[in-house]
């Protein structure tokens, strides 16, 4: 019990930061293409400004939970994605030390310098998350004694790239939106005709994965076994189509929250497609790491989830004060009479 | 070099690193949070300013250190898994705590404060940039709770070929982690105050903003002196655990080979391990190891020789590292009272403000060599005596580990440059200039 209650936090957690951070990496990825002018980076930067920081700590969470609830998956997972983890820290280094070196010299080159790597940290980051799940959805090759039996090409399958490629598509859409909220005038328009491009690929794109998943992974079989879980992909499509319809309507809060709802369905279908397993083996589904044999002590599981039912509503309920405070959008005159990135 | 060794590096180059900024973060973020204080309570601009300049330093710093603790994390896995399954039920959790009761709270408010200038009343301001004070500290006392353990593993039973938690109360309880908490937190307040000191000094000695740089100044050394007085005597209490939980590493940081009773000091030696003593040994105090550690001027203290090589820390790093730590300790307290004495007059002593200039650094380096004796000291143990550093190590391949090694050192490198280059930079620029429009908007 205390194992399947952790496993699904443990979902939650991945899909709350994919629905964070997602935002911030899309926009990243957006930007340069949205961005014409000086002001105009500066509004998509301080569009994510107040939150990004805040919002990488659900990663660092999600990590610590792993580590502390089911080290027996945390050691093998992190040390069998090894090469792909190492430039995921590379990639979100390089994002979020751009934010804070941008601005502090006028040189064009300088800005130049940081705004390349905002965007290659946010694109490499946001791909390799796509391809790491889709390949833990797929399952990796390893052995009995959770050695990895493969390299960096066995993660690179067209399934996981076609995570990585889905990821990528889902998370610029999220970013698309959340500069619709918080931009005006031009950039705005500009935003709100890219998102509509980036929605259909995004169509496209998704149910080719869904269909993808059925035939490279047992996720949808599992789910059918549980038909209650059945919901997940279905709030994800919803959410997906309700985007659009929001989308039309320029009702831009609404699609970001529709957006949300895509983000966490897709996660947490994702997630229950894979229950017990947190990281299924390819080579032999008795060495899979599951969340009841790499579980931590009942005595561990029991504490940390008085820390976590606790602790998170507090979180919660302070970042979304944060996010209350700093909803309105970055104005132009914002940009000169305030300090900001 | 194998797995072992490149993981070795790599971890010790992500932690070198990272600890860079840390202390700064640990005790400016108290030292802006006075500031913004004082002005709130009293309404002098100076204040203001002076912490808004100190706080963008704050953030250049801040930056860098958030950026490369998720690093530190994510190794344990990468390159450490059979030490991350072996201890994940009670060292993840202490990490999965520290990041929920915490971290986010100082990565939340960070920014709540940069953006809430002019946005938020004054005292709500002022209680941002608390909760950040607060929350680095408190994030700092789980992460050393952490190694502490990794130092003197307690609360915990061998089951299911692991260590499993049995008493968390006992783990954040124990004497060794609180030592350890106060005394690093000690060293990184001594850091800040330096940080400000030195360049309030610098400023001083140019004559800019003498107002706000002397305020500054003032509190900084404060803080400077106190922790500097306050390290000293609490180190002491860290030796004297060591005497208890790791007699090794005491024998290694005083290069110590025969066990016997009344045990001297010598205050000039050095170490060496191929034949298992010391090259030079002279100036002995007599008696002050035994009485140091053991409050006994005949006490027995153990000898290098009583363990097996293979299970003796690399002595000259710990014995240096600890002798660097110690000597500048004590150059602290008599750099601090120095100036305190002085302080009315101290813009009449460029010698010594030059001084406060070129010391900026020192802290930084005492940091990093108390960090080194309480690391490579543990070793050959990554958890003190259940588990080697060597059978920690991850079951992956060197080129993997090879080329990571490279990427941090080059990724890191560059952004250490240009990191201290905007410090530098901003530090030398100085605050706003004091104008009455913005006084008025309450920026």
Redesign the interface.
Known sequence: MLSTIWFVLWGVLWAVYFMLDGFDLGLGILKPFLAKTEQEHKVAL?AM???W??N??W???A??????????T??????A???P??LL??A???R??S???RG?EDAGWWRKTWDLCHFAGSFVAALLLGVAFANIFAGIPIDG????QGNLLTLLNPYGLAGGVFFVLMFSVHGGLWLANKSQGKLRERTAKAIKVLWGLLLIVAVAFLSFTWFATSLWRNVLTRPLTLLLPILAVSGLLATRVFVARSNWWKAWFSSSVTIVGSTLFGVAGLYPALLPSSLNPGFSRTAFNTQ??P??LK??LG??LV??PI?IL??AW?YR??SEPVTVESLVT???Y | MDVLNLSRLQFAVATYFHFLFVPLTLGLSILVAVMETIYVRRGDDDYRRAARFWGKLFLINFAIGIVTGITLEFQFGTNWSRYSAFVGDIFGSLLAIEATVAFFLESTFVAVWFFGWGKLSPKAHLACIWIVAVASNISAFWILTANAWMQHPVGYTMRNGRAELTDLIAIVTQKYALLEFIHTVGGAYILAGFFVVGISAWHLLRKNEEFLFRKSLRIGLAFALIFSLFEILQGHMNAEILGATQPAKLAAMESLWETGRGVPVNLVQWPNAAEERNSIEALAIPKLLSLLGFYDPNAEVKGLKDYPRDARPPVLPSFLSFRIMVGLGFLFVALTAWAWIKRERIVDSPGLLRLLVWSLPLPYLACQTGWTLAEVGRQPWIVYGIMKTSDAVSPISVSQVGISVVGFILVYALLGAVDFYLLFKFARKGPQPATGLSAAMGR
């Open positions: 301080n400004g107040p939150f920081n805040g990488e700590v990663l660092i969470t990590g610590g939970v792993t580590f502390a609830a089911f080290p027996g945390y050691a093998v997972m992190f040390s994605l090894y090469t983890l190492m820290l590379f979100l280094i390089l979020g030390i934010y804070e070196f502090k004694d959770g050695i990895f931590s002590s005595l561990t504490i940390m820390v976590a602790m998170v979180v302070y970042q944060v405070r700093f305030e300090d900001l």
